[in-house]
């Protein structure tokens, strides 16, 4: 991923303005952090959400894969792993028709709705922030948001370029903080629950044919009975997850999350 230019129309719509936005495949440059860097990254406080009306999107295609935009970001959480985006996209037009900052607290996602807030938490270090999302990316299938520079900074992610993370939409006025994180010393990725354990052993032995050997099932009760969870780990790194998912790719198993304790 990275930022995306838009073609930004207005229409008066339930009596305020929005904005259809319409998407553009991403360009495969090189990315970078900036050689200077004008402010104090570590004192930039968190966004403070404010009102602002969503852009009227419909869903999109990129690279022959639709992406389903969300109506609404109410209760809406995610994990998995961000990465981040730098001085190619500096001053470039965001989704929003904004220009971008890399020293702002902004990031990418490909459909939460635009413009909303977000906290966004490593789960490595628990370093947590309020970022704005105003743009669409990234278009990584084992990505799930592309945070500003200044961002990545502020989670401690900047270096390794990637890092895993807690996503949590906040919405106007709410007191979102982040105590009451659990603390994650462990990232499994779930490939799926089934009904019976004999269908989860079997895809365990499957995938452990293909030398994913770190795994385990997970019985949970529910009220419709008990579901056996297969989930792969303990992850220990980014390039780990890589390597997973892109050998669940080959055999087709794909829809799976990442999930921490």
């Not at 938490?121 to 970022?131: A, D, F, P």
Request: charged share 20%.
């Amino acid at each position: 991923m990275k930022a995306l230019s838009f073609l930004i129309c207005t229409a008066l719509l339930l009596g305020c303005t929005k904005k259809s936005e319409k998407i553009l495949p991403p360009v495969n440059i090189v990315d970078g952090k900036p050689d200077f860097i004008p402010v104090d990254i570590a004192a930039i406080p968190d966004v403070v959400p404010q009102f602002e009306p969503y852009l009227s999107a419909e869903d999109y295609i990129i690279f022959g894969k639709t992406y389903q935009v969300l109506k609404d970001n109410t209760g809406f959480k995610q994990q998995g792993i961000a990465s981040w985006y730098g001085t190619k996209f500096q001053k470039k037009t965001t989704a929003t028709g904004d220009v971008y900052d890399m020293f702002k607290l902004t990031a990418a996602h490909k459909t939460l709705p635009i413009p909303s807030y977000a906290r966004v938490t490593n789960l490595e270090n628990q370093r947590s922030i309020i970022v704005r999302i105003n743009d669409r990316g990234p278009f990584h299938d084992h990505r799930v948001i592309d945070l500003s520079y200044a961002a990545a900074v502020k989670l401690g992610i900047d270096k390794l370029g990637t890092g895993f993370v807690d996503i949590a939409a906040v919405q106007v006025g709410e007191v979102s903080s982040s105590a009451g994180i659990v603390v994650a010393k462990k990232v499994y990725y779930q490939i799926g629950a089934f009904s019976t354990e004999e269908n989860a052993l079997l895809l365990q032995a499957q995938i452990k044919a293909e030398q994913l050997l770190k795994s385990r099932i997970s019985a949970v009760k529910t009220a419709a009975g008990t579901f056996y969870k297969l989930q792969l780990g303990p992850i220990s790194s980014v390039s780990e997850a890589d390597h997973i998912a892109l050998v669940l790719e080959k055999l087709g198993l794909v829809g799976g999350y990442y999930l921490s304790e």
